[in-house]
């Protein structure tokens, strides 16, 4: 089955750090990917996304390349900010109508 | 434009209670899902809908019932309440229209405690 693995939490940075959060996957066919933010008391919203290989997904000085031949998405920001304290969720589509979403990871 | 509301926001349940949480979008979104999100366990599917009068079973459908009579709703209802379904409850909604590449837009959930 289709299945997404992050790497764990919590991860707990300075202001203006570099963050990496991995995320790996494992699907049949030709998945799009995203990757979900939750702030604190909120419902989940899409950062970014991916829909074919080598496609970067950019927003909020976030970026994430799709590698197929390693499947994964790892999601990257070059200078952290307090305000991008949150929950960050990995997700992949692979059917018209769900997705499968990682186990999430807190950043501090 | 209110997006997905879920009512209600907070609820404590004896366990055996029932109780049904509802969900409503008003952006005519085709379909619909019920999440549950647990620690270290991320967002798993619960029922999901792909349109009116239809419904399915996700990953953890046990001990949950789903209905959407009309298509901005989709109500998941608990007959017996269990601990094990104390939870945080999040309904998502997304547009039909560009198959894998649409997003979900999600409610801001529900906090479920059984006790």
């Known amino acids: 089955g289709n299945s997404v693995t992050q790497m764990e939490g919590p991860v707990t940075l300075s202001e203006e750090a570099f963050l990496t959060i991995n995320c790996t996957y494992t699907?049949?066919?030709?998945?799009?990917l995203f990757w979900y933010v939750q702030y604190p008391g909120e419902g989940l919203q899409l950062l970014l996304k991916?829909?074919?290989?080598?496609d970067k997904g950019s927003n909020k000085g976030f970026e994430a390349t799709y590698r197929k031949e390693t499947t994964s998405f790892h999601l990257e920001k070059g200078s952290v900010q307090v305000s991008d304290s949150a929950v960050y969720f990995c997700?992949?589509?692979?059917?018209?109508?769900?997705?499968?979403f990682g186990a999430g990871t807190t950043v501090t | 434009n209110a997006g997905v509301t879920q009512t209600p926001k907070f609820r404590v349940l004896k366990t055996g209670q029932s109780m049904t949480l509802l969900c409503a979008q008003d952006?005519?979104?085709?379909?619909m899902y019920w999440y549950r999100q647990d620690p270290g366990m991320g967002l798993r599917l619960i029922h999901y809908?792909?349109?009116?009068?239809?419904?399915a079973k996700g990953e953890v459908p046990d001990g949950y019932n789903v209905s959407r009579l009309k298509k901005q709703n989709f109500l998941l209802g608990l007959e017996s309440a269990a601990p094990s379904q104390t939870s945080v409850y999040f309904c998502?909604?997304?547009?039909?229209?560009?198959?894998?590449?649409?997003?979900?837009?999600f409610g801001s959930g529900t906090q479920l405690s059984v006790l």
């Open positions: 998502a909604s997304r547009r039909q229209d560009r198959g894998l590449n649409e997003k979900l837009f």
């Open positions: 699907a049949t066919g030709y998945p799009s």
């Open positions: 991916a829909t074919k290989a080598d």
């Open positions: 997700a992949l589509s692979d059917q018209v109508y769900k997705l499968s």
């Open positions: 952006m005519n979104h085709e379909y």
């Open positions: 809908s792909v349109g009116e009068g239809t419904t």
